[in-house]
Every structure is written in structure tokens, then in C-alpha cells.
């Protein structure tokens, strides 16, 4: 079967992953409990050892960042006022956020945490360092959340909202249809478009749920469900990234929409309008 490289390429990242992620509880261990004595930092360690391995393979367009999104109420485009009469609106902390900063500014930056307007985000992940049944449905409201901030259009096309994840190292006992069962009891065909439901929900370790997209004009979201063996240790990352690039190179996003960045109304009048000067066109070949 072609294609055999790149699996076994994957899947040897994906134990290096999750081999170092161990390492860390090994050097601090917990008496207690299995895993590291700090669960905090064993947490914060999981979704940076996650953002390391991302940036090693997404184009260099695309930072992997931690940090907030923030909706402005403002113009965009050129003269978009379609954000008028709303208020300025941001996410809660987000673990992962794929930005597009080739193409996009950033509003504020301390490191890799930064507060970034919605036009530019591709991805958004959540990271859990042992996933149990009580995480899922705060987790994918959350996740909704941040991807309506998102809701942009390119000119007259709707942009393509960006991936949706919750990823982590391992996981509880929990049945796939369990996981199934609490998405449809979240999420609603008369809010809820296909861009605002999770992509992939999955343990690196063990298994991966994951939506399909549908035929065009389609109105439904599959999702399909693999338990990983050791041979198939890939397909978490697989479809990570597939999700991600997905979103990256999608036709909506082909070319820039200016963002609300600094479309600020004034709320004054000029102090003095000092006049006009005469002027060829707005620029050569336009008349």
C-alpha cells in the first residue's frame, strides 16, 4: 500500500510524543497518584509538548499560539459595518489557537500568549491531559463559542470557520457513543452550522472520533470513530492536521479579508477641514 512511509513516520512522532510526556512524570513523579506530583504544570507541559509538535509540521504562515480572541465591533473590509450596533466580544483563555499571522496582525503579544482578531484564526484546540466524560460538553460549548467569534466573510463568501479539537494524551474509559450522544445533545441544527461543531475529538493514545464534511450543499455532519493499534498510532495527528490544513487552503480563504483591527468609529468631528486637492484618479488605470 503506498503511502506506508509516511504512516510509519507518523506514528514513530506520536510515540516520541507521548514517550516524552512520560519522561516528564518519571523526572517528577507523584506519590500519590499516577503522573507528575504538580498536575497543574503536568497539564501546562501537555499542551506546550502539543503546540511544539504542531509547529513542526503546519506552514510557517501559521504560529501556534495560546491566548484569547477578540471580536471588535468595528468595520472591516473596506467599509464593512456589519458589526454595527454589537459589542466588542472576546473568548475565554483558549489552549491552542492556529493563527494565520502571515496574512493577519496581532492585537497583543507576550511570547506565544496573545490576544489576536477572529479574521485570522484557522484552528482552535483544547487540551486535556486525561480526558474524562465530564470534560465533553464544557469543552465543545466552548469551543463554539470561540469559533461564532470567528463567523467573517471574504467580499460576499462566508470564510470557512477554523478546525475544532479537543486533544489529549490519554483518556478515561469512555464509550465512542457516549461521546456521540452528548454532541447531539449540544449542539442544534437551528443554531449550529457544520463550522461550529467540534472536527476532532480524540486520546493520541488510544482512539479518534472524527467529522467528516458532506456532499455540497449537504446539511448533516458524520462522524466516524477508530481505535488506534500500534500501527495506526498516526491517525490522532493524521487528522489534526488535516483538519487544520483543510481550513489553511480552503478557497474562502484564498485571498486577504481585512480585519477589524483598527476601524474604530470616531465619535467626534474634525477640529478644522483644512480642504481638498485635485487629483488624476484613484490610481492608474482607473478613471
Known amino acids: ?21 512520560r519522561q516528564f512524570q518519571v523526572l ?34 501559521l504560529e501556534v499560539l495560546t491566548g484569547f480572541i477578540l471580536r471588535p465591533a468595528v468595520k472591516t473590509e473596506l467599509d464593512n459595518r456589519s458589526r454595527r450596533n454589537k459589542e ?47 470534560h465533553i460538553i464544557p469543552e465543545i460549548e466552548s469551543l463554539r463559542s470561540a469559533s461564532k467569534l470567528c463567523h ?29 450522544n452528548k454532541m447531539e445533545s449540544t449542539y442544534s441544527n437551528e443554531y449550529d452550522y457544520f463550522d461550529n461543531l467540534v ?25 466516524i470513530h477508530f481505535t488506534h493499534n500500534d500501527q495506526e498510532m498516526h491517525l490522532g495527528l493524521q487528522f489534526i492536521l488535516t483538519g487544520i490544513l483543510s481550513v489553511f487552503y480552503d478557497k474562502s480563504r484564498s485571498s486577504t479579508s481585512r480585519p477589524g483591527f483598527t476601524g474604530f468609529p470616531s465619535h467626534r468631528s474634525q477640529d478644522t477641514n483644512l480642504g481638498t486637492i485635485d487629483v488624476k484618479g484613484l490610481r492608474e488605470g482607473i478613471e
Open 28 to 61: 517528577i513523579p507523584s506519590k500519590e497518584v499516577e503522573g507528575s506530583a504538580h498536575n497543574a504544570e503536568d497539564g501546562r507541559y501537555v499542551e506546550t509538548l502539543i503546540r511544539e509538535y504542531l509547529k513542526k509540521y503546519l506552514p510557517r504562515e
Open 152 to 180: 467573517c466573510s471574504n467580499q460576499d463568501t462566508p470564510l470557512r470557520g477554523p478546525f475544532l479539537a479537543l486533544v489529549s494524551m490519554e483518556s478515561t474509559n469512555i464509550r465512542p457513543s457516549t461521546i456521540f
Open 1 to 21: 500500500m503506498d503511502g506506508r512511509r509516511l504512516q510509519n513516520y507518523w506514528s514513530n512522532e506520536i510515540k516520541a510524543m507521548l514517550e516524552t510526556y
Open 88 to 134: 466588542d466580544t472576546n473568548s475565554s483563555q483558549l489552549d491552542i489557537i492556529v493563527y494565520n499571522s502571515g496574512r493577519y496582525p496581532v492585537f497583543q503579544r507576550f511570547g506565544e500568549s496573545v490576544i489576536v482578531p477572529p479574521e485570522g484564526v484557522i484552528g482552535i484546540i483544547s487540551v486535556k491531559k486525561k480526558l474524562k466524560t465530564n
Open 199 to 223: 472536527g476532532y475529538i480524540g486520546s493520541l493514545n488510544g482512539w479518534t472520533i472524527f467529522k467528516t464534511r458532506p456532499p455540497q450543499g449537504g446539511n448533516s455532519a458524520r462522524y
